[in-house]
């Protein structure tokens, strides 16, 4: 979902259940995706990326999915643990020299 | 694992007043960036830096920023003239591919609070 001002979207999830967390990215000339978990106070941590040659890359406990045709980008957290509880960014580079961060959006997992 | 350090952690500063953000990134890495995050907001590009100069620069990184590399460790963020509006979280990153190919690198990030 998009965010206004402050307001982070907010998933909450039951430990031991899967997370989804879905993006949207605005430039069809990017072909290189990163997603991000940023902890209170710190600064971003890379999770897993993507190129724009491939659909689906798995890591450990988490997989991202990209759709190319509808500009969609989704991380899935298996089995979410309290440990993973924080705001997670994707990341787009349409060109070098930059790459460009979404809204991110607050993973609450609830025990 | 390599990391990227920032300095300092948080600094204070009253508006008008210049501050230089410091930043070692990672030592086998040859491209740059700053990044600044005001509080619950998203990451936002301010600069990317590449061979002693300056790549690409947002539209934040008006005429009051400029970066450097003065030695060989070292990438500095200076704010000539602060503002009220430059509060924020200021990360450093770096990256050993200019973008493509892996992803940044970031630091802690350094709170500025301009009063």
């Known amino acids: 979902g998009e965010s206004v001002g402050l307001h982070l979207p907010t998933l909450s999830v039951q430990e031991g259940d899967n997370s989804i967390i879905n993006c949207a990215y605005s430039?069809?000339?990017?072909?290189?995706f990163i997603w991000y978990k940023q902890e209170s106070g710190k600064g971003p941590q890379f999770i897993i990326d993507i190129r724009s040659n491939m659909d689906k890359r798995q890591g450990q406990r988490v997989t991202v999915l990209l759709n190319k045709t509808v500009k969609h980008l989704s991380l899935q957290i298996a089995a979410t643990q309290p440990g993973d509880s924080a705001v997670y960014f994707c990341?787009?580079?349409?060109?070098?020299?930059?790459?460009?961060f979404g809204t991110g959006t607050r993973l609450k997992v609830l025990a | 694992e390599p990391e990227v350090t920032q300095t300092p952690s948080h600094q204070v500063t009253q508006m008008g007043q210049e501050v230089i953000l410091r930043c070692v990134p990672i030592s086998n890495h040859l491209y740059f960036y700053w990044y600044r995050q005001i509080l619950g907001q998203k990451v936002e590009f301010l600069v990317s830096?590449?061979?002693?100069?300056?790549?690409?620069k947002s539209e934040i990184f008006d005429d009051q920023f400029s970066v450097e590399r003065p030695d060989g460790s070292n990438f500095t963020l200076k704010i000539r003239s602060t503002k009220l509006e430059d509060s924020a979280m200021y990360f450093c990153a770096s990256s050993d591919d200019p973008g493509g190919n892996s992803p940044l690198h970031f630091g802690n990030g350094t709170r500025l609070t301009v009063t």
């Open positions: 430039n069809s000339a990017s072909d290189y």
């Open positions: 990341a787009e580079t349409p060109g070098t020299y930059k790459y460009i």
């Open positions: 830096f590449y061979n002693n100069e300056i790549s690409e």
